[in-house]
């Protein structure tokens, strides 16, 4: 059996990071995805998704420290359903996306938010965190270091825009 869930999207928030009783973070991204297509009467119809998803550990914290409201993720990971009590006693469900694999897509210099230089590797077209494993043992604690610099390179790959409804004229998504 198969449980795979594979997004490209926008987050609509600044991610929410919280930590566990045992001081595990997690933080909560919800991500919008859309699409288009044409009606019977031949009119555009634009229609957007919005996906909770759950990130654990090293990962939750990169995705609290270089996203925000409006940067463009892929996500890779599973569906779940969490089952609680609302404040009447009645069980309440949820589905959510559990993130096996964060990637910022952004490039370079078009991280919404972002107020640091451009130039200091690690904004989001220049960096792209390490793939963490939900399930990977807790991190040593990280010393500050001085920003690296990244290397000089103006030519950056045109892929278009993110999402298939931004052209008109697209056929197919490169991937």
Same mark, same amino acid.
């Given at each position: 059996m198969l449980n795979k869930v594979m997004l490209i999207g926008r987050l609509g928030r600044d991610p929410e990071l919280r930590y566990t009783q045992s001081g595990s973070p997690v933080a909560s991204l919800r991500i919008a995805t859309d699409e288009s297509y044409t009606d019977k009467d031949g009119q555009r119809v634009d229609r957007t998704e919005w996906h909770t998803v759950v990130v654990f550990q090293r990962s939750? *914290?990169?995705?609290?420290?270089?996203?925000? /409201?409006?940067?463009l993720v892929y996500v890779e990971g599973k569906l779940t359903?969490? /089952?609680?009590?609302?404040?009447? !006693?009645?069980?309440?469900?949820?589905t959510e996306v559990r993130a096996d694999r964060v990637q910022? %897509?952004?490039? /370079?210099?078009?991280? &919404? !938010? *972002?107020?640091? &230089? $451009?130039?200091? !590797? $690690?904004? $989001?077209?220049?960096?792209? &965190?390490p793939r963490f494993q939900q399930n990977s043992r807790p991190a040593a604690p990280m010393?500050?270091?001085?920003?690296?610099?990244?290397?000089?390179?103006?030519?950056? *790959?045109? %892929? !278009? &825009?993110?999402?298939?409804? *931004?052209?008109?004229? $697209?056929?197919?998504?490169?991937?």
């Open positions: 939750a *914290e990169n995705c609290n420290q270089y996203l925000r /409201k409006g940067s359903t969490r /089952k609680w009590q609302d404040q009447n !006693g009645q069980d309440r469900y949820s910022f %897509l952004d490039r /370079k210099g078009t991280n &919404p !938010g *972002e107020n640091a &230089p $451009m130039d200091d !590797g $690690m904004s $989001m077209g220049g960096y792209t &965190p010393q500050r270091q001085a920003p690296r610099r990244a290397p000089q390179q103006e030519s950056y *790959e045109d %892929l !278009g &825009p993110a999402f298939p409804s *931004e052209a008109s004229t $697209m056929d197919d998504i490169p991937f």
